[in-house]
């Protein structure tokens, strides 16, 4: 069984059932939500940005080079960890999977800005994505900051557990976050980036209100744990 743990926004430490730890979009140091700050990271294996926007990625080097983890991101963010100097890493990008020890990972598009938060000449610029992870029969889907894609549907039925961003303005907002449910079908749908900030205040009872019966709707609260 593998568990979740909800850090705030969109940030996450996956544990696999092997005990494998894999960080998702790294942002705590200066997250006004987060539960915990970098330095009480006891470990990582595996962390994976979804794109390099600064709330996704800001303490993704600095964690990386601490702790060895192998970072996992697009080629070009890959490349821009390594010029400084995270010595593990694996580059992905849209379409392209990799069977890691924990499970296979694929990145997914996503409908976003590609700016690399660090890289001040722009050499790195990207697009953004989501994963898709296949976990000992488990399937976990976190979307990235995205608007809502048909590319969706090709998801539909091969997702357990979905991390969809329902913040707005930035993102899908609430209605167009059902509307992904009804694309991809997932068992559980677990709301993300949102209420982090007044730009992006959402309630999460009103989404649950609008995916009704499509799926079971966990709104976790920073510091909360899922197992599935």
């Not at 900051?145 to 329902?166: C, H, N, Q, S, Y």
């Amino acid at each position: 069984m593998a568990t979740l743990h909800y850090h705030g926004h969109s940030t996450f430490t996956l544990v696999t059932d092997d005990g494998t730890k894999v960080i998702i979009d790294p942002w705590f140091d200066e997250n006004p939500v987060s539960d915990v700050k970098a330095d009480e990271i006891e470990g990582a294996d595996f962390i994976l940005c979804t794109h390099g926007h600064f709330d996704h990625f800001a303490d993704a080097i600095p964690l990386a080079k601490r702790t060895g983890a192998t970072l996992v991101s697009t080629f070009e963010i890959v490349s821009f960890v390594q010029s400084q100097g995270v010595e593990n890493a694996h580059p992905l990008h849209i379409g392209g999977g990799y069977n890691f020890p924990f499970g296979y990972v694929k990145m997914t598009p996503a409908l976003h800005g590609g700016q690399v938060a660090g890289d001040d000449e722009g050499a790195f610029t990207t697009v953004p994505g989501g994963f898709w992870m296949e976990l000992k029969g488990k399937t976990l889907y976190h979307a990235g900051d995205t608007a809502l894609l048909t590319d969706m549907t090709l998801l539909k039925g091969t997702v357990d557990v979905a991390l969809l961003p329902i913040g707005d303005n930035f993102t899908m907002g609430p209605v167009d976050a059902a509307r992904a449910v009804d694309f991809i079908e997932p068992k559980v749908v677990i709301p993300i980036h949102y209420n982090t900030f007044d730009m992006i205040a959402q309630d999460p009872e009103v989404f649950r209100g609008m995916v009704g019966l499509k799926a079971a709707v966990e709104a976790l609260q920073p510091g909360d744990t899922y197992e599935f």
